[in-house]
């Protein structure tokens, strides 16, 4: 069991209010060095509003949220591109490099082209970029600051399989280097294979913490509560019919928590 004291970044009750209406309800979790969490749910779960709080864009309206020293410590990368798609690669980063007062900005540029592996097509314009290498670019941006913590909104929507597997293996890279990953995804089979733990969301509430086999255990649990008094040789042929993909366990685990 890691303790506490070395998460990279830790939320505790954080609720967000529009209105009446709770966004997010005491939700609280911990975040460790090269962890990476995939945070699902249904739609209006509160998946984006979680990140952008854990980010600092978005205030909490009560709660805390706990970040590593320093001020640029948490790289935040929204689902839309922040990119100026007439300007080269190189000039979107060193236009961030400056805004986010880099003390070299001409070496940060060149050390985020190596590590993004974009240092070929440092000099074509981003509208020319494939969706998968635009995407590469807009996480540069949120890695510019080389932050402990780096936050992923939908990271490969829109991208076709081929481009959603190279950009994977560039996050899970980070994760091997250190970097801690929290990423949004309505795609569960991206949380199943790479998350090393899930939070799921459900009307604002966090359901459930730990890993897919977890949630995966969890839902069997579920369905053979449903037919616990059958014989026992029925009983064991039906939990091997239900233990079935991913998906379906994570549906299963919603709707039996009326989600």
Do not use: C
């Not at 609280?28 to 962890?35: A, N, Q, T």
């Not at 980010?55 to 706990?66: D, M, P, R, W, Y």
Request: zero cysteines; hydrophobic letters at 40%; aromatic letters at 6%.
């Amino acid at each position: 069991m890691v303790e506490a004291a070395t998460a990279t970044l830790s939320a505790r009750e954080v609720t967000r209010d529009f209105g009446d209406r709770h966004a997010l309800f005491n939700v609280s979790f911990d975040v460790f060095p090269g962890e990476m969490i995939a945070v699902i749910g249904p739609n209006g779960a509160g998946k984006t509003t979680l990140l952008s709080i854990l980010a600092g864009s978005l205030a909490s309206s009560s709660g805390e949220v706990i970040r590593p020293p320093g001020a640029r410590s948490v790289g935040w990368v929204p689902q839309e591109p922040a990119l100026y798609s007439k300007l080269s690669v190189r000039e979107n980063l060193r236009l961030f490099a400056r805004l986010e007062q880099a003390p070299d900005p001409e070496k940060t540029v060149a050390e985020m082209l190596a590590q993004t592996g974009l240092a070929d097509r440092a000099d074509d314009q981003v509208r020319t970029l494939s969706g998968g290498n635009q995407q590469r670019v807009n996480i540069a941006l949120g890695l510019l600051s080389a932050p402990r913590v780096l936050l992923l909104d939908e990271p490969s929507s829109s991208l076709d399989p081929r481009q959603r597997e190279r950009l994977w293996e560039f996050i899970t890279g980070l994760a091997r280097g250190g970097t801690s990953v929290v990423y949004a995804t309505h795609d569960v089979f991206e949380a199943e294979r790479y998350a090393n733990r899930l939070l799921v969301l459900g009307e604002g509430e966090l359901l459930f913490v730990g890993t897919p086999e977890e949630l995966e255990a969890a839902a069997d649990i579920d369905a053979a509560a449903d037919v616990h008094d059958i014989e026992s040789d029925e009983h064991a042929a039906h939990l091997a019919e239900i233990r079935v993909d991913f998906e379906t366990s994570f549906v299963r685990y919603l709707r039996e928590r009326g989600h």
